[in-house]
């Protein structure tokens, strides 16, 4: 089986940390109520783990989505390996938002958007080739 696997989605990272930044820059600046500071240092320290473990899992190649001739094989949110038959996708379509570059896989019954992993051009040739890369 001829698999390729997707590379690491720098953009989602960089925008993440950003994000993170932005949120602690805004709780120093900004005197909230006891239980608001509470609420965003939770949403903070939430995110932060979210960002590093994704990350983490992504430099090890655990958190990677692999494409082959047969179909899709990625990571759902909470970690768990699935794989989409390529008779289910209907098309594949890649979006950039702000910096990060996000694949938009259209399958009959539902949509999955990859964040953290990003076609390579091998992958969007072959795909364009087979008729299912939309830009």
Same mark, same amino acid.
């Given at each position: 089986?001829?698999?390729?696997?997707?590379?690491?989605?720098?953009?989602?990272?960089? !925008?993440? +940390?950003?994000? =993170?930044? $932005?949120?602690?820059?805004? %709780?120093?600046?900004?005197?909230? #109520?006891?239980? !608001?500071? +509470?609420?965003? =240092?939770? $949403?903070?320290?939430?995110? %932060?783990?979210?960002?590093?473990? #994704?990350?983490?899992?992504?430099?090890?190649?655990?958190?990677?989505?692999?494409?082959?001739?047969?179909?899709?094989?990625?990571?759902?949110?909470?970690?768990?390996?699935?794989?989409?038959?390529?008779?289910?996708?209907?098309?594949?379509?890649?979006?950039?938002?702000?910096?990060?570059?996000?694949?938009?896989?259209?399958?009959?019954?539902?949509?999955?958007?990859?964040?953290?992993?990003?076609?390579?051009?091998?992958?969007?040739?072959?795909?364009?080739?087979?008729?299912?890369?939309?830009?």
């Amino acid at each position: 089986m001829y698999e390729i696997k997707s590379s690491i989605n720098f953009g989602f990272y960089i !925008l993440a +940390a950003s994000i =993170i930044a $932005l949120l602690v820059s805004i %709780s120093t600046v900004f005197n909230f #109520t006891a239980w !608001l500071e +509470a609420l965003e =240092i939770m $949403l903070i320290f939430t995110l %932060s783990l979210f960002v590093v473990v #994704t990350l983490i899992q992504t430099l090890i190649g655990r958190r990677r989505s692999s494409w082959c001739v047969n179909g899709l094989s990625y990571y759902n949110f909470l970690g768990a390996q699935k794989y989409v038959p390529v008779e289910q996708i209907q098309q594949i379509k890649v979006h950039t938002i702000i910096c990060c570059k996000v694949t938009h896989v259209k399958l009959e019954d539902k949509n999955i958007f990859l964040f953290s992993c990003k076609l390579t051009t091998q992958q969007k040739s072959r795909l364009a080739q087979l008729g299912y890369f939309a830009k």
